[in-house]
């Protein structure tokens, strides 16, 4: 379902950045020569034996890689294409800066030397710095006595607070992300993936598609988290707003299940199910009590988690003023509420607003999850 927007005046869409992101890299098969096997430093006998050689010489980044291969060669073409999905498959971040790869191979029925050339993103040394960078990052953000609810969403919003898209869709790693501050939904992902793994947090990166509001579809990646043996969706891509709300962090794709994040999100590879709403996994904690409960309490806050409240749904011109005159007068430029009522008796009721004498008042409206009522934002100076 497409996200929608109304507006009391002219004001940038808050959410719908569109995303392109790079698919499984291109091969390229070089065919099958007759002739002498030449020498090889390594012999190997089967498609383990290939896999566990090639990911240890992709992990080096090495471009040009040799083996002689001795037994039965008549499937050696799908045997060695195995083997380089499977060594590229061990490690989910090689995966990714894997920008393309070729082999082809020659010898006679019994052993052929085989040559595969890589090509990378990103370099060794890059992934090197990567991994200083993600451990000074985390040094930096995760305090001791957090719990792992309270990492992830730290790292989410260092991700978002820190990375600006990449329009020109040419930065596509996560060394490029930390670089210049800018990358597509790849770098993104990546670098959520390694945060998230340097803080003991298991994450899994998801390859699908994603639809804008102007119903486009595009490749699209993002993360899959799990916390306490529950998976959730992830998107610091999509929850890096532009122009951004406030502090510049949205949550709109912050820990959703597989049903939230279908409403523009799809996937066909087989991945963990997130079925359980986050909403619910911490409201649970917080009515288990104990030293973390307070800290749980501020992450609903933070996550606006009181709009699934049936106590807190807005129906009213006078319960929408009341809002935002406490707003007001708390010093805030902004309101978010869910409002019960169609989009005209919207419009009606925050007309109201005028009233406070308000400047440059300006608001969108979404669906709220499958509710039926109105997520609104709304702001003024």
């Excluded at 649970?284 to 988690?305: F, I, M, S, T, W």
Aim: hydrophobic letters at 35%; aromatic letters at 10%; glycine letters at 6%.
């Amino acid at each position: 379902m497409a996200k929608r927007k109304r507006h009391l005046s002219l004001i940038k869409s808050v959410l719908g950045i569109m995303v392109v992101c790079a698919a499984i890299p291109p091969v390229t098969y070089w065919g099958y020569e007759v002739a002498s096997a030449a020498g090889s430093a390594a012999v190997l006998h089967s498609t383990s034996d290939m896999t566990q050689r090639l990911a240890g010489a992709m992990s080096n980044r090495r471009e040009t890689i040799t083996f002689t291969y001795q037994g039965k060669t008549s499937k050696l073409k799908s045997d060695v294409q195995t083997a380089i999905n499977q060594a590229m498959a061990s490690d989910p971040y090689l995966y990714y800066i894997i920008d393309s790869y070729a082999f082809s191979y020659q010898g006679s029925a019994r052993s052929v030397q085989v040559t595969v050339q890589m090509a990378y993103r990103e370099t060794l040394q890059q992934t090197a710095y990567v991994n200083k960078q993600v451990k000074a990052i985390l040094q930096q953000i995760i305090t001791p006595g957090m719990t792992s609810h309270q990492k992830v969403k730290a790292i989410h919003d260092w991700v978002v607070l820190n990375l600006q898209y990449d329009h020109t869709h040419r930065k596509y790693t996560a060394y490029e992300a930390l670089q210049t501050g800018s990358a597509v939904c790849q770098g993104y992902t990546l670098l959520t993936y390694k945060l998230l793994w340097g803080a003991g947090i298991p994450n899994r990166i998801v390859e699908g598609t994603a639809r804008s509001e102007d119903g486009v579809v595009q490749s699209h990646a993002w993360n899959l988290v799990q916390l306490n043996g529950t998976w959730y969706h992830l998107d610091t891509t999509w929850d890096d707003p532009d122009p951004s709300p406030e502090n510049g962090i949205s949550t709109v794709y912050y820990m959703r299940t597989d049903k939230q994040m279908r409403a523009d999100h799809s996937w066909t590879k087989s991945y963990p199910a997130a079925s359980i709403r986050y909403a619910d996994t911490l409201s649970k904690l917080v009515k288990q009590g104990g030293q973390a409960a307070e800290g749980y309490r501020k992450l609903q806050e933070e996550l606006n988690y009181g709009l699934y409240e049936e106590g807190q749904v807005i129906s009213s011109a006078g319960q929408v003023k009341q809002l935002a005159e406490a707003a007001a007068g708390a010093g805030k430029q902004s309101l978010l509420f869910r409002y019960r009522g169609s989009d005209k008796l919207l419009r009606q009721d925050l007309q109201v607003l005028y009233e406070l004498g308000l400047n440059n008042l300006a608001f969108n409206s979404s669906p709220f999850e499958d509710t039926g009522d109105l997520k609104v934002y709304v702001t003024w100076k």
